[in-house]
T-cell receptor, first 110, second 117 residues
Framework: DAKTTQPPSMDCAEGRAANLPCNHSTISGNEYVYWYRQIHSQGPQYIIHGLKNNETNEMASLIITEDRKSSTLILPHATLRDTAVYYCIVGETGANNLFFGTGTRLTVIP | GAVVSQHPSWVICKSGTSVKIECRSLDFQATTMFWYRQFPKQSLMLMATSNEGSKATYEQGVEKDKFLINHASLTLSTLTVTSAHPEDSSFYIC?????????????FGPGTRLLVL
């Protein structure tokens, strides 16, 4: 069952920031927000996760709203290699079933 | 860190044969491993969850006698597709999760593409 909603596709100019939104209005207090991406014909790649605070790592930043009902993944300087399907997933600690849904297909344009 | 490998990366086999796919966590001990399947233009679907030293738990609709899973060590899980048929052709992906600390993130292998003729 989908717990998140994402736009099906987005374009972003190379070198610009890519902001990928995700709605998760039914998220519960002990559920994390995970972001993965899948480049064509490869396994999903973990990007970042968070509970309620904003998070940043070498790949991206995750901004979670105060009510936790939505979040935004930010790729600060998109490159052509960032073209992929991005999945926003919510789940409890150690949740077995990561429901991938349909994700957002991000296309970075030269 | 958190590297997961799969072997083979692709395999072509005749209908009726069995195919074994290996999944290894290279730099951490995976207490739990997961097997997913992805058909063209579809999302990943969880097939089964395995914990080291115990029987796998299969998702509804996945035949346990057809998809044999063994998780004999903390770094290796295998999926055997027995008597493979063309409809089993798919992209098989494993993931591994270490000791559940914090979020218990899953890390994925590169996938194995199976084509059954």
């Amino acid at each position: 069952d989908a717990k998140t909603t994402q736009p099906p596709s987005m374009d972003c100019a190379e070198g610009r920031a890519a902001n990928l939104p995700c709605n998760h209005s039914t998220i519960s207090g002990n559920e994390y927000v995970y972001w993965y991406r899948q480049i064509h014909s490869q396994g999903p790649q973990y990007i970042i996760h968070g509970l309620k605070n904003n998070e940043t790592n070498e790949m991206a930043s995750l901004i979670i709203t105060e009510d936790r009902k939505s979040s935004t993944l930010i790729l600060p300087h998109a490159t052509l290699r960032d073209t992929a399907v991005y999945y926003c997933i919510v789940g409890e600690t150690g949740a077995n079933n990561l429901f991938f849904g349909t994700g957002t297909r991000l296309t970075v344009i030269p | 860190g958190a590297v997961v490998s799969q072997h083979p990366s692709w395999v072509i086999c005749k209908s009726g044969t069995s195919v074994k796919i290996e999944c290894r966590s290279l730099d951490f001990q995976a207490t739990t491993m997961f097997w997913y399947r992805q058909f063209p233009k579809q999302s990943l679907m969880l097939m089964a969850t395995s914990n080291e030293g115990s029987k796998a738990t299969y998702e509804q609709g996945v035949e346990k006698d057809k998809f044999l899973i063994n998780h004999a060590s903390l770094t290796l899980s295998t999926l055997t597709v027995t008597s493979a048929h063309p409809e089993d052709s798919s992209f098989y992906i494993c993931s591994a999760r270490g000791v559940v600390e914090g979020a218990g993130t899953q890390y994925f292998g590169p996938g194995t593409r199976l084509l059954v003729l």
